[in-house]
């Protein structure tokens, strides 16, 4: 049963658009929502992250908006540069595992010039 | 030092073969993480030590074997793996194993094996 479903599956958004990608999750016992981005080649890198008690978190171009309710949380990506390129991971942590992160399938972004 | 390293960065091994993948961290972190990366998915939960202590095993086949000599080394053993066993294997750290101690990832090892 997959727990964190996110979308889309890839996205392509033109230099200085704004990228959106979605995460919905069914655990309620979750409490904490990191992101984070690959590179090709390299390990995955914490990006921004929130926690329930809070419905946005901004750190400069990248925000995460949470729907405690709807029992959703996006990343926005301001003002995207080809550097954005990459894929991207929500993830969803809480309840009796507490330290085990439950991954979405990732989002790959190409942010073209 | 925020890294956590890896060696090798490539290994390429028979089925037959044993070999073992390193994992090094220097912050101070009492948590570490072994995971498995098939492309274009998310990582898999493989093992958890926490103090040293093997503390999450996600049922993992045998012919993986974690060790964790001391608080800052992690290996994973590797003996008669299978090609479906092919991946990037990363190795992670945190403080601790409570939900919001984050995990610091290092680059991985390519692994394929043959």
């Known amino acids: 049963q997959q727990q964190v479903k996110q979308s889309p599956q890839s996205l392509i958004v033109q230099k200085g658009g704004i990228s959106i990608i979605n995460c919905a999750y069914e655990?309620?016992?979750?409490?904490?929502f990191p992101w984070y981005q690959q590179f090709p080649g390299k390990g995955p890198a914490l990006l921004i992250a929130?926690?329930?008690?809070?419905s946005e978190k901004k750190e400069g171009r990248f925000t995460i908006s949470f729907n405690k309710s709807a029992k959703q949380f996006s990343l926005h990506i301001m003002d995207s540069q080809p550097g954005d390129s990459a894929t991207y991971f929500c993830?969803?942590?809480?309840?009796?595992?507490?330290?085990?992160?439950?991954f979405g399938d990732g989002t790959t972004l190409t942010v073209k010039p | 030092d925020t890294e956590v390293t890896q060696t090798p960065k490539h290994l390429v091994m028979g089925m037959t073969n044993k070999k073992s993948l390193k994992c090094e961290q220097h912050?101070?972190?009492?948590?570490m993480y072994w995971y498995k990366q098939k492309a274009k998915k998310p990582p898999e939960l493989m093992f958890v030590?926490?103090?040293?202590?093997?503390?999450i095993n996600e049922s993992v086949p045998s012919r993986f074997s974690p060790e964790c000599p001391n608080s800052s080394l992690l290996n994973l053993h590797l003996h008669a793996l299978q090609p479906e066993d092919s991946a990037l294997y990363l190795c992670?750290?945190?403080?601790?194993?409570?939900?919001?101690?984050?995990?610091?990832f290092g680059p991985g090892t390519r692994l394929t094996v043959l």
């Open positions: 992670a750290s945190s403080s601790g194993t409570l939900t919001y101690n984050e995990q610091f």
């Open positions: 655990n309620t016992a979750f409490d904490y």
């Open positions: 929130i926690r329930p008690d809070v």
């Open positions: 993830a969803a942590r809480g309840g009796t595992d507490a330290g085990k992160s439950t």
């Open positions: 912050m101070g972190h009492r948590a």
């Open positions: 030590y926490s103090y040293e202590k093997l503390s």
